[in-house]
């Protein structure tokens, strides 16, 4: 799961880059706690891979835009926070969440859909968002510092070939499912086409980290 995520974006809505108002960092996004767990942890934090069902709605009138639960047969949603695999206000709004907690969020134009709106999304320019949310789970993310270490076995702080060929073996046992030995190769050069930027055969800790992380 870890590296098909490393290289498959999630989004919780599929939307084109978000404008960004004048007025952005006078605005802030208001959040209002509906039920918290007696036991709170792990709190989400940036990079930190997220399992939650949400309910999008138009403030201006309360009329409902999205519903996760009637997409993919009712699951909820996969994503990693804090790195723009959804709007900024979300990414801000699921900061600091544990399992099980239920939070109302008010996000303004210009930490969603702008001045130009989202029109596949029924969302219109300038439009003040509210969404319930409800979280599920809190996983280490494929780009957490976790996981690099656990790639690079001989923590010189860089991904060989070899290193993430093992990882894939590993990944692949975990999940017990048959595949072609092509999909490994595959998988495997599509990996370093993606992420080995300068060409050197390795993934640095910089190339992998591509959605900074403080930690490395």
């Not at 960092?25 to 942890?41: D, Q, T, Y």
């Amino acid at each position: 799961r870890g590296l098909t995520l490393l290289l498959l974006p999630l989004a919780l809505l599929a939307a084109p880059a978000q404008a960004q108002g004048g007025t952005a960092a006078a605005e802030e996004v208001k959040i209002e706690v509906l039920h918290l767990p007696e036991v709170c942890s792990p709190t989400s934090k940036k990079g930190d891979l997220l399992n939650a069902h949400y309910d999008g709605f138009l403030a201006s009138d309360g009329s409902k835009f999205y519903c996760s639960r009637t997409q993919n047969e009712g699951h909820p949603k996969w994503f990693v926070l804090g790195v723009g695999q959804v709007i900024k206000g979300l990414d801000i709004a699921m900061m600091n969440m544990c399992p099980g907690e239920k939070r109302k969020v008010i996000i303004p134009p210009s930490l969603a859909y702008g001045q130009q709106g989202y029109a596949q999304g029924k969302i219109p320019p300038n439009a003040t968002l509210i969404f319930e949310i409800e979280l599920y789970a809190v996983n280490r993310g494929p780009r957490s510092v976790e996981a690099f270490n656990q790639i690079d076995k001989d923590s010189d702080k860089k991904l060989s070939e070899l290193e993430i060929s093992q990882y894939l073996k590993e990944e692949f046992a975990r999940d017990g499912k048959k595949r072609h030995p092509s999909v490994h190769d595959e998988i495997l050069a599509d990996i370093f086409k993606k992420n080995d930027h300068d060409g050197d055969g390795f993934i640095s800790a910089k190339e992998y980290n591509v959605y900074q992380h403080d930690e490395l």
